[in-house]
């Protein structure tokens, strides 16, 4: 959530983001409406000082005139002190109406942008920092991953469709162990890299979902249950993003305890709504997968190194997977909503002949800490500051699958191991 300072003393700089983001006209009248809140209550706060005053100076007079016997007098004053009381009243529940509506505008409000974001409309103007790898010569033409992972007997979507729909999938044999595998390997890769392992509830809060951003804006993309928890509205998690950043909020840390740094698997569960007709097929884009997700909270000082050392991370694992990658900053047209600066990294699929996304690396600064009430007390000074936060995968699993499986694939149709997965599956090929 953005400040309302901000807003009310310099609204430009929103408007610039909202512009660079190319942001519907929807945002820009919000974006007036809050302006025109800001005032209207800023004015009336004046309003309420004078009154709330002036009811205090004449208050007093009301004592010294019945003391003189001037009855009338001390009368006249109480009735300018009960209309004023009124007035009062009448102020402060328009200022309570003010400020909730000024909180729902502000909550649709996507983050400030960070000056590098690179100007653009969509992912085709997103920017390539570097690459990693070679893409292999497989000598033959690659099968997609569904066809194999079939042909295998290790994926089976007819059947998952018959049990729960489309975009779900069964792993089999090979490919349950080899999901496994991955997840294994990614969350003790986070523990060798100093990261503490969570494991958190798969079911949240509305609070909880507003607190990273995903609601009020994104509830068509969620999976909203029957039944409410902690009398709330219960969601299941998008990502571990969700539960883990909001671990710490409605909390005031110490600066000593900054950088935190978190990493929890979860299964991830997205209703999809604005991807119809995308990657129908296969296990690119499905309603549940698996992810392990990476969680930092920082000082603003601290935040740019931390954003830089989570990405560098998530390369290690795939450098060790020995699957080519780039990295690309995405533009203004294609960062997500809390987001202030962010990095995807694409792999490298030979049947799609081109890179996708793996992993989004996000630094959302103080945007979600605010929606959250997540601050911390600095070691020289009382006053509390908001917390930067960040989250990333580190990676998602089934792309990774997805992968490794085109990637490492033979000519009889049988798909290689990667040597850092051979531990843990007992294996060197499937099928």
């Not at 009336?44 to 004449?58: F, G, S, V």
Request: hydrophobic content about 40%; glycine content about 8%.
């Amino acid at each position: 959530m953005l400040d309302a300072r901000l807003i009310a003393d310099n609204p430009q700089i929103v408007r610039d983001t909202l512009e660079r983001r190319h942001a519907k006209p929807e945002a820009f009248q919000d974006l007036d409406a809050l302006s025109s809140l800001i005032t209207r209550r800023k004015t009336m706060q004046a309003e309420t000082d004078d009154l709330r005053a002036e009811k205090n100076r004449i208050s007093k007079q009301v004592g010294a005139l019945m003391k003189q016997g001037k009855r009338d007098e001390a009368n006249v004053i109480r009735q300018r002190v009960a209309e004023g009381k009124a007035r009062l009243e009448e102020l402060e529940n328009e200022r309570k109406a003010l400020v909730d509506q000024e909180r729902s505008l502000l909550l649709g409000l996507p983050n400030i942008l960070d000056e590098r974001v690179p100007h653009g409309k969509s992912d085709e103007d997103n920017v390539e920092v570097r690459r990693w790898g070679t893409p292999p010569a497989l000598g033959f033409a690659p099968r997609a991953h569904d066809e194999l992972g079939v042909a295998l007997g290790i994926v089976d979507f007819q059947r998952a469709s018959r049990i729960a729909g489309a975009r779900f999938a069964v792993l089999r044999g090979a490919g349950a162990r080899m999901e496994r595998a991955l997840i294994n390997f990614f969350t003790d890769e986070a523990n060798q890299a100093g990261y503490t392992e969570l494991m958190v509830p798969y079911i949240v809060t509305r609070s909880t979902m507003t607190g990273t951003g995903q609601l009020p804006k994104f509830e068509e993309d969620a999976f909203r249950l029957n039944a409410e928890v902690n009398g709330q509205d219960a969601f299941l998690i998008p990502t571990a993003e969700v539960p883990v950043t909001n671990l710490h909020g409605d909390e005031i840390l110490d600066e000593a305890q900054l950088p935190i740094r978190y990493a929890s698997f979860t299964p991830c569960f997205r209703s999809e709504a604005g991807s119809h007709g995308r990657d129908t097929r296969g296990l690119i884009r499905l309603h549940q997968f698996h992810k392990v997700e990476l969680v930092h909270i920082a000082t603003p000082e601290q935040s740019e190194a931390e954003h830089e050392r989570m990405v560098a991370h998530a390369e290690s694992l795939l450098q060790k997977l020995g699957l080519a990658y780039r990295v690309m900053m995405l533009s203004g047209g294609d960062i997500g909503f809390g987001a202030r600066l962010c990095y995807d990294i694409e792999v490298w699929l030979p049947a799609q002949d081109t890179y996708r996304e793996i992993s989004s690396l996000s630094n959302c600064g103080p945007f979600q800490a605010r929606r959250m009430k997540m601050r911390y007390k600095p070691e020289q000074g009382k006053k509390t500051i908001f917390c930067h936060t960040l989250n990333g995968s580190g990676l998602a699993v089934g792309r990774t699958l997805v992968a490794i499986m085109e990637n490492y694939q033979q000519a009889d149709g049988t798909i290689g191991v990667p040597e850092v997965l051979r531990p843990y599956m007992g294996v060197d090929q499937i099928g």
